[in-house]
Each structure stands twice: as C-alpha cells, then as structure tokens.
C-alpha cells in the first residue's frame, strides 16, 4: 500500500521560507505522478504543483510561480516543495498527492493516494 508523509510545516513571517518534504513508501514510483495541494481556512482544497516521478514538465498554480518549487531525491523517494517569499494567504494545510499513471493534473480527483497534510502558518 502507498504511504504518503509530509513534514516540514510549522509558522513563518511573512517573507520567509519553508521545505516541505513527502516520503514515499510501498511502491515502485518511477510511474508516479507526484502532486502538492493545499486547503485554507474556509476553502475547498486546491492543486499547487505536480510534476512526474521521472521528470518532465512542471506544473504550477499561478499565485506560486516564482515562489515555490517541487522537486525530488529518487534516492530517499520524496518530493519536496521549497516555498520561499510566502505570503499569509499561504497559510493553508499542505498535502501530498499522488497519481499512478498519466500526467500531471490539476483536480485532485485524478490522484489515488494522499499524505495526512502538514500545516503551514504565515504571520504578517
């Protein structure tokens, strides 16, 4: 069975930078494709980044271009998202997604497995 594990959250100054981190277990991912979402105070969750377990393009929400990055180590078989300049509308629960085939999507429909979220809180 897939397990997804974020860490990494907690509470930051508006400016500042956070890493989030998802270990992957319990499966082969080269397949994968590997998603962030988050869900604010009040709001339904929505799609951050995606990008393929073996690479290729990158997708991103247009009010993170420029600020967060998705990345990963195949060695430890976890996906980061490297958020710097946040903002307090950032604040939101983060989660880790995956897919287990086709392309990067945006609706988290597409996407079979979930981590438990990591809260990120930005202080104005």
């Known amino acids: 069975q897939v397990q997804l594990v974020e860490s990494g959250g907690g509470l930051v100054q508006a400016g500042g930078s956070l890493r989030l981190s998802c270990a992957a277990s319990g499966r082969t991912f080269s397949r994968y494709v590997m998603g962030w979402f988050r869900q604010g105070p009040g709001k339904e969750r929505e799609f951050v980044a995606a990008?393929?377990?073996?690479?290729?393009?990158?997708y991103y929400v247009d009010s993170v271009k420029g600020r967060f990055t998705i990345s990963r180590d195949n060695a430890k078989n976890t996906v980061y998202l490297q958020m710097n300049s946040l903002k307090p509308e950032d604040t939101a629960v983060y989660y880790c997604a995956a897919r287990s085939s086709g392309r990067p999507a945006y609706n988290e429909q597409n996407y079979e497995f979930w981590g438990q979220g990591t809260q990120v809180t930005v202080s104005s």
């Open positions: 990008e393929r377990w073996s690479g290729g393009s990158i």
